[in-house]
């Protein structure tokens, strides 16, 4: 695992999310070096610098949280304060109902705990509200190939090698500039491509020199690794089963931009805010929604958003 780390301090462990790194959390790596913490950045498995096992199967959620508990306890530490955003706040959620005496206090980013009784996060219901061509949905195909012996083996994902086709850094820009609230959709007749010469801009939060760093990341490791996480999610649903009433019992504090699929979509917005997310998190502290803010929050209000992180984790 290839881990980010600057400062001296209590620990605080930042959890990225799809299709990013460590280096999404630079300006918060910064602000909470200087402000007396250890900011640790792990590039997640099968990102980055960090191994990508081939079988699907390795990136389920217990091996994910399994990765970190490994690293807290590789950092000589019993307890961190955990931050995560995406798919980091999906993975902090679930070490929070799995091993919840690792976390003195969390900041989740962008995503919202995902109750059981919703059954939200399963493939079949995210189908049915929002169709085949969901970027989700998409990302479940794979291509297989016969062996000699007539065993089918898997060759490649279907979404992956329509992504080897497109320019990384034109990719990353499509998803990392996205301010669509609404689902976001690969269509399988012309994916992504259709994008493809066409420009574009930059907002001030974003560089050339960044997204090129992405998309070096990217180019050496594919995105058969990021895009497996998603292949989990049914098998996940299973897994998790013991864990169908579970609360997430640590002080928490919830931020999200206005603009976000991720706040918009699924109910999400009116479970967030009409006292059932409460109730699933007891100890949750406060929800910030930011306004004119997408989904990529860590990066378009870096210095807000080390703020609000600083200001939780300082009480504990």
């Known amino acids: 695992m290839h881990v980010a780390e600057k400062g001296e301090g209590p620990v605080v462990l930042l959890l990225h999310g799809f299709p990013e790194l460590w280096y999404s959390w630079r300006h918060q790596i910064l602000s909470l070096a200087a402000r007396g913490y250890r900011a640790v950045a792990p590039d997640l498995r099968g990102y980055g610098d960090t191994e990508a096992p081939a079988d699907v199967g390795a990136y389920s959620i217990f091996h994910i949280v399994g990765d970190l508990v490994a690293l807290i306890e590789s950092l000589g530490?019993?307890?961190?304060?955990?931050?995560?955003?995406?798919?980091?706040?999906?993975?902090?959620w679930n070490l929070c109902a799995f091993r919840p005496e690792k976390v003195k206090a969390l900041v989740n980013l962008s995503v919202a705990f995902?109750?059981?009784?919703?059954?939200?996060?399963?493939?079949?219901t995210l189908r049915a509200l929002?169709?085949?061509?969901?970027?989700i949905c998409r990302f479940q195909s794979i291509i297989y190939?016969?062996?000699?012996?007539h065993v089918l083996i898997q060759e490649a994902g279907e979404v992956e090698a329509e992504f080897g086709q497109i320019d990384t850094a034109f990719l990353l820009k499509s998803f990392l500039t996205s301010r669509n609230p609404g689902p976001f959709y690969i269509p399988k007749e012309k994916g992504l491509s259709g994008r493809v010469g066409l420009e574009i801009p930059l907002p001030a939060w974003l560089s050339e020199a960044d997204v090129n760093y992405f998309a070096s990341k990217f180019d050496k490791t594919g995105f058969?690794?990021?895009?497996?996480?998603?292949r989990n999610i049914n098998r996940n649903w299973e897994l998790t089963a013991p864990w169908a009433?579970?609360?997430?019992?640590?002080?928490?504090?919830?931020?999200?931009?206005?603009?976000?699929?991720?706040?918009?979509?699924?109910?999400?917005?009116e479970y967030i805010h009409n006292g059932e997310f409460k109730k699933d998190v007891p100890f949750l502290e406060e929800v910030v929604i930011m306004e004119g803010v997408g989904h990529f929050i860590t990066q378009e209000k870096a210095q807000e958003v080390s703020d609000h992180i600083y200001d939780f984790i300082r009480k504990f």
């Open 77 to 92: 530490q019993d307890q961190v304060f955990v931050v995560g955003h995406d798919w980091g706040a999906i993975i902090a």
């Open 114 to 124: 995902f109750p059981r009784k919703r059954a939200l996060w399963r493939i079949d």
């Open 130 to 135: 929002y169709g085949d061509d969901f970027y």
């Open 145 to 149: 190939t016969a062996s000699k012996i």
């Open 224 to 230: 058969a690794g990021p895009i497996n996480y998603y």
């Open 245 to 269: 009433d579970v609360q997430i019992n640590v002080p928490a504090k919830f931020i999200a931009g206005d603009l976000d699929l991720a706040y918009r979509c699924g109910g999400m917005e």
